[in-house]
């Protein structure tokens, strides 16, 4: 999910907290890493506040069930945080999924976000790079969707095996260090989807969003 510019320098002043942090994931050759962390925020009632750049907060139709929240150290070069709800059928099979991510580059680590290739739309007066895929295969080992399906399926739920999604993203300034990502999911036969399916499906990932500005 994360496409990076090179020729951003990172600052050389890394905060103290991240340098104990980082510390604490130096591990034996052999251990497995330790990349979780405390989650920094807490829906209520389907409400996400964030206060990150411009964007107060984010409210999913309460048609959708709060499923959990995770953060974690992405590939070793970005601090992630996922939130997901979901609209499953009686047999907790996933129909809708909306997959919001807090992510920053670690001080440690040089690039920014690059979204320059996806199509930009505005959303409730928020400017998103809007990127669709269809998922055929099971996620990448490590990838954060992997992690997201994960979470979804330690709540008892069933990933479609067949789904499209668009990923919007909000860069909240002008370093592009900082990204919200909002995945809204749905499942479907595999298969490419035309210009139009497309459109629909943006038009009803916006639909179950209320994204507030800001005072």
Same mark, same amino acid.
Request: hydrophobic fraction near 45%; aromatic fraction near 8%; include cysteine.
């Given at each position: 999910?994360?496409? &990076?510019r090179s020729?951003?320098?990172?600052?050389l002043l890394?905060?103290?907290?991240?340098t104990?942090?980082?510390?604490? &994931?130096?591990?034996p050759h052999d =251990?497995?890493?330790?990349?979780t962390?405390?989650?920094?925020?807490?829906?209520?009632?389907?409400? !996400?506040?964030?206060?990150?750049?411009?964007?107060?907060?984010?409210?999913?139709?309460? *048609?959708?069930?709060?499923?959990?929240?995770q953060?974690?150290?992405?590939g070793g070069s *970005?601090?992630a945080? @996922?939130h997901l709800?979901?609209? *499953?059928?009686?047999?907790?099979a996933?129909?809708?999924?909306?997959?919001? @991510?807090?992510?920053?580059?670690?001080p440690t @680590?040089?690039?920014?976000?690059?979204?320059?290739?996806?199509s930009?739309?505005?959303i409730?007066?928020?400017?998103?790079? *809007?990127n669709f895929?269809?998922y055929?295969?099971?996620?990448?080992?490590?990838?954060?969707r992997?992690?997201?399906?994960?979470?979804?399926?330690?709540?008892?739920y069933?990933?479609?095996?067949g789904a499209?999604?668009?990923?919007l993203?909000y860069?909240?300034?002008?370093?592009?260090r900082?990204?919200?990502?909002i995945?809204? !999911?749905?499942?479907?036969p =595999?298969?490419?989807?035309d210009?139009?399916?497309?459109?629909? @499906?943006?038009s009803? =990932?916006?639909q179950?969003?209320?994204?507030?500005?800001?005072?």
């Amino acid at each position: 999910m994360r496409q &990076l510019r090179s020729g951003i320098v990172a600052s050389l002043l890394v905060p103290w907290c991240w340098t104990a942090l980082l510390a604490q &994931l130096q591990l034996p050759h052999d =251990a497995e890493p330790i990349d979780t962390l405390p989650i920094r925020y807490r829906p209520v009632a389907n409400l !996400l506040e964030l206060r990150v750049g411009a964007l107060h907060s984010i409210e999913v139709a309460p *048609a959708f069930a709060y499923v959990g929240g995770q953060r974690f150290i992405l590939g070793g070069s *970005a601090d992630a945080e @996922q939130h997901l709800f979901a609209v *499953a059928d009686s047999s907790r099979a996933v129909q809708r999924l909306y997959w919001i @991510q807090i992510e920053e580059r670690l001080p440690t @680590q040089a690039g920014s976000y690059d979204y320059s290739a996806d199509s930009a739309v505005s959303i409730q007066g928020f400017s998103l790079a *809007a990127n669709f895929r269809t998922y055929t295969t099971p996620p990448a080992a490590g990838s954060d969707r992997a992690r997201a399906f994960a979470l979804v399926a330690g709540q008892r739920y069933q990933m479609p095996e067949g789904a499209t999604r668009v990923r919007l993203v909000y860069l909240p300034d002008a370093t592009a260090r900082r990204e919200i990502m909002i995945v809204y !999911l749905e499942a479907t036969p =595999a298969g490419p989807a035309d210009v139009g399916s497309r459109a629909a @499906q943006l038009s009803r =990932a916006g639909q179950g969003l209320i994204l507030r500005a800001r005072p």
